[in-house]
């Protein structure tokens, strides 16, 4: 034993030699070598624990580095585990690091994690959470498990001293569109540092035998910007009818865990590229072509907005476009004909003129289009100038979200234009409409702006402690654009109210367990998952910022002023399309008739236009 190393903690009360003798004969099966993996190592390999497995597939990436300790930028492209292992091999060179550059699957998971005093789980997804945790119980071995997610984080430990699993405090795992990744939603580096390194805390005591064997199981929560920033919840008891308890139901090998978290996480990135409708969506070397005179929303939380935009676009976030997509649509309409007719007169001048030199400056001030693009054949008088809306995000999915609400919401317009004044709404032309939507985007994020409504509205019983569990599902992920994170915290309910009812996740199961609204059920679950309220670990409620966020946190008035301030629009209660005698004619074409409209949305989102219009396009 090396004392000079070890001193410090040689001398504490409780450890001394015995303690460092157990640590040095410990071992721990790190799985995931990132935000949480690097902190979590660094402590166990410092503290003298003997044996280390680290397990990642993943190779280190630019964005890993500004939380991932142990790798710099001399390790980009190496695997994580070896990169790990490298920097464990300076940091701690007696400590044994095996490497394993794989994913744990259920049929390796126990040949993998057997031989380990406990297991750490430091993994991002639901599926490998739920495995670890079966693994754990079949091992007879303690799952430390950490998450952390934007300014969130929880950690707790399963299996111990026969106390519940993973399944036995929440049953179900999140459906995957509501358990987004950090590539996703975003993470605060020494927010995942803090987790891992108490997820190493946590090893070390029970390594050592310093954890007491009486405590009953808990979940720490931790909220960066919440005050106290650590709060504590009892986890419930170990559940008699658990699966993983009962040995012979539990066959791991033969378990998909994919499919028990309700399949893969979507692949947003390959969603937002697909061409369903091709009227519906607009390649970015047309969006560049066609940028003089049209009126680009962009749908992006304003952090985002603020980090990169396409010159001359206007932010309405999802959210706020959602709440009111008819005053959207005439605002960008009025704002759309206002730069039309700027750019029909600057046509004219330049036929005057005959300056027949097309510049390509495409992201001129949007009141002053100079060029007559390919794509905008000369207008006649007589032709009227179509209003074209442009919907971008940044990934393609949102805004087809968006384009699909301002299009059922022209449609509606038209169809009460065209429907006679005292009949019912043209229902039929409004639901086929509706039905091309859904459809459309079948595996798009339609259906969780409803979802997460039911979450939002929720947010509203912030002081009933029995809704308390649904009201994690608040909206972290920047849809509340108006709010400040730190004010959505601060409205949730304060340590004391979590300390005299600890039992909201553990035994209070209606308001979890069973709850059908939402996923609440399973916060470590979720991917680095985190906990917004401390009884209310539902993070993976939420939906990812490429997705549908919930609607309606912006005033009407504000987004107006918004788009009046961003436009220069004046309020325009409604088009010239609404006193239109035209009839009989399918509702969107009323308008097309009248002065044309077309709404179609980026393929692709702003990661199409960095790749295919602006290299220098930031790409996040
Ligand atoms: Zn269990």
Same mark, same amino acid.
């Given at each position: ?6 001193? !410090?903690?040689?001398?504490?009360a409780g450890?001394g030699?015995e303690?460092?003798?157990?640590l ?24 003298g624990?003997?044996?280390l ?8 990436? =630019?964005?890993?580095?500004? !939380? ?21 091999? !300076? ?8 490497a ?13 994690? #057997? ?8 993994s991002?997804?639901? /599926?490998?959470?739920?495995?670890? &945790?079966?693994a ?8 430390? &498990? ?10 707790? =430990? ?10 036995c ?7 995957p569109?509501? /358990? ?5 939603v ?11 390194t108490l997820?190493a ?17 808990h ?24 699966? /993983? ?7 791991? %090998? ?10 893969p ?11 369903r409708?091709?009227t ?13 005179g ?32 008819r ?6 309409l ?26 390509? #400056? ?12 390919t #794509? ?8 009227? *100038?179509?209003? !074209? ?13 968006a ?11 038209? =169809? ?10 043209? &229902?039929? #032309?409004t ?12 595996d798009?994020?339609t ?6 409504? /039911? *979450?939002?509205t ?9 809704? *308390? ?8 992920v920047s ?7 730190? %004010? ?9 109210t ?6 909201t ?14 996923? %609440?059920?399973?916060?470590?679950t ?11 670990p539902?993070?993976?409620a939420?939906?990812?910022? *490429?997705?549908a ?38 509702p ?20 199409a ?12």
């Amino acid at each position: 034993m090396d004392y000079a190393l070890y001193s !410090r903690q040689l001398i504490l009360a409780g450890f001394g030699v015995e303690g460092q003798r157990a640590l040095g004969e410990g071992s721990c099966v790190v799985v995931g070598a990132g935000g949480l993996g690097c902190p979590a190592l660094t402590y166990l390999g410092l503290s003298g624990v003997g044996r280390l497995t680290v397990i990642d597939e993943d190779v280190v990436e =630019v964005s890993n580095l500004a !939380r991932q300790s142990l790798h710099d930028r001399a390790s980009v492209g190496t695997p994580k585990a070896v990169s790990a292992k490298a920097a464990l091999g !300076r940091l701690a060179p007696g400590v044994e690091v095996r490497a394993v550059v794989e994913a744990v699957t259920a049929a390796n998971a126990l040949e993998l994690l #057997s031989g380990h005093t406990l297991i750490v789980d430091c993994s991002d997804n639901p /599926a490998t959470r739920y495995l670890l &945790s079966d693994a754990a119980v079949v091992l007879g071995v303690p799952l430390v &498990s950490g998450a952390g997610q934007q300014y969130e984080g929880q950690l707790a =430990v399963y299996n111990y001293n026969g106390g519940p699993c993973l399944r036995c405090v929440f049953p179900r795992p999140p459906a995957p569109q509501f /358990a987004p990744s950090c590539a996703d939603v975003g993470i605060l580096g020494p927010v995942v540092g803090t987790i891992g390194t108490l997820q190493a805390l946590e090893a070390v005591k029970i390594i050592a035998n310093l954890a007491p064997a009486d405590a009953h199981p808990h979940m720490l929560l931790f909220s960066a910007l919440a005050l106290p920033p650590f709060r504590s919840i009892k986890l419930r008891n170990r559940k008699p009818d658990c699966i /993983a308890h009962a040995a012979t139901s539990l066959d791991i %090998a033969n378990t998909d865990y994919i499919q028990l978290c309700g399949g893969p996480r979507p692949d947003w990135e390959s969603l937002g590229t697909q061409v369903r409708d091709p009227t519906h969506r607009i390649p970015a070397r047309t969006l560049a072509q066609n940028l003089p005179g049209a009126t680009i929303l962009d749908v992006r939380p304003p952090t985002e907005f603020g980090i990169c935009r396409i010159e001359g676009s206007i932010n309405i976030p999802l959210p706020s476009l959602l709440a009111s997509p008819r005053e959207v649509l005439d605002r960008a309409l009025a704002g759309s004909r206002d730069r039309a007719l700027a750019g029909s007169r600057n046509r004219a001048l330049d036929s005057l003129s005959d300056t027949a030199t097309p510049t390509t #400056s495409s992201s001129s001030d949007s009141t002053t289009p100079t060029t007559t693009s390919t #794509s905008t054949t000369t207008p006649t008088t007589s032709t009227p *100038t179509p209003h !074209r809306i442009y919907l971008v995000c940044r990934l393609g999915n949102d805004s087809q979200v968006a384009a699909d609400a301002l299009r059922e919401a022209a449609n509606a317009d038209a =169809v009460r234009v065209a429907a006679p004044a005292d009949a019912p709404p043209a &229902s039929a #032309s409004t639901s086929s409409n509706v039905d091309a939507s859904t459809s459309a985007d079948a595996d798009a994020p339609t259906t969780s702006a409803a979802d997460n409504a /039911a *979450t939002s509205t929720s947010t509203a019983n912030a002081d009933d402690p029995t809704s *308390t569990s649904i009201n994690a599902g608040v909206p972290l992920v920047s849809v509340n654009t108006d709010a400040p994170a730190a %004010a959505t915290i601060a409205e949730a309910p304060a340590a004391a109210t979590i300390a005299e009812a600890p039992t909201t996740i553990a035994e209070a199961p209606t308001t979890n367990a069973e709850a059908p609204t939402t996923n %609440a059920e399973a916060p470590t679950t979720n991917a680095e998952a985190p906990t917004t309220n401390a009884e209310a670990p539902t993070t993976i409620a939420e939906a990812p910022t *490429t997705n549908a966020g919930p609607p309606g946190d912006a005033p009407d008035a504000q987004l107006g002023a918004k788009m009046a301030a961003a436009t220069g629009a004046v309020s325009s209660p409604a088009t010239g399309v609404v006193s239109s005698p035209v009839t009989g004619a399918p509702p969107l074409e009323i308008r097309d008739l009248i002065g044309g409209l077309e709404i179609r949305d980026l393929i692709g989102g702003l990661r199409a236009w960095a790749r295919e219009v602006d290299p220098a396009f930031p790409v996040y």
